[in-house]
């Protein structure tokens, strides 16, 4: 990595409004640390505002706006894939806002690298994809941002109905099908969903609690552990 492609680095790792470590940035960079301590120190005699210490650690201070970014060839490669699946795998607004995304990127590229994601040679195609698979998840997405409780029914397994009413915390892609995380009342217990077996969907009034114990990171915490 060029020595400014690092401190372009170092500056979106120290945008992300929390504190960030020398040993942590050393690691996302693959140098050493007293190689990352002389990098925040040149961006300090540059005039790049970084509040923090060594041994404690360094964040960028509020409002600092990002310089534009800039793109390789791989790296909009990489956006087009993104793109691609969201179109393929995700609901229309996603698909229109992912649509946006690249509409915004390719206008500000030079010419001799705008267009670079309509050569096709990266495709994930939607034309096998049945319409279930997204099932609700516009609503399920505004449920999860407003922390809405939602009724549903839905398919078990064997087909047997079933209804719930649920605090939806996160969506989950698993290659070929979406989940809903959630927690259950009925259960009062993590539980997962698949999109593609909800016949009924509903958002109702009543806001969740944020609570310790029950958040979607408690439920990947759960996943990765190997409980269900």
């Known amino acids: ?15 992300r409004g929390r504190v960030v470590t020398a040993r942590q940035m050393a690691t996302e ?32 201070r509020p409002g600092y706006q990002v310089p534009p970014l800039m793109f390789d060839g791989e790296e909009l490669e990489a956006l087009a894939l993104g793109a691609s699946m969201v179109r393929a795998w995700a609901d229309a607004e996603l698909a ?9 990127v390719d206008a500000v590229l030079p010419d001799r690298l705008r267009g670079r994601w309509d050569k096709e040679t990266l495709l994930a195609p939607d034309f096998f994809i049945p319409p279930q698979t997204v099932t609700g998840m516009p609503q399920l997405r505004k449920a999860i941002d407003e922390r809405l409780m939602v009724h549903m029914a839905y398919a078990r397994e064997d087909g047997t109905p079933s209804e719930r009413v649920v605090w939806p915390l996160g969506l989950v892609f698993w290659g ?32 969740f609690p944020d609570m310790a114990g029950r958040r979607f990171k408690d439920y990947i915490a759960r996943a990765r552990g190997g409980e269900h």
Do not use: H
């Open 1 to 15: 990595m060029r020595r400014a492609d690092r401190l372009f680095q170092i500056v979106l790792l120290l945008g």
């Open 29 to 60: 960079l693959e140098v050493s640390e007293r190689t990352v301590y002389r990098d925040i120190t040149d961006l300090m005699a540059a005039g790049t505002p970084i509040d923090g210490e060594a041994g404690v650690g360094y964040r960028l």
């Open 96 to 104: 229109r806002a992912a649509e946006r995304v690249l509409a915004k």
């Open 176 to 207: 070929t099908k979406w989940t809903l995380a959630a927690w259950c009342e009925l259960r009062g217990d993590f539980r997962t969903f698949r999109l593609d077996r909800i016949d009924v969907l509903e958002l109702l009034p009543s806001q």
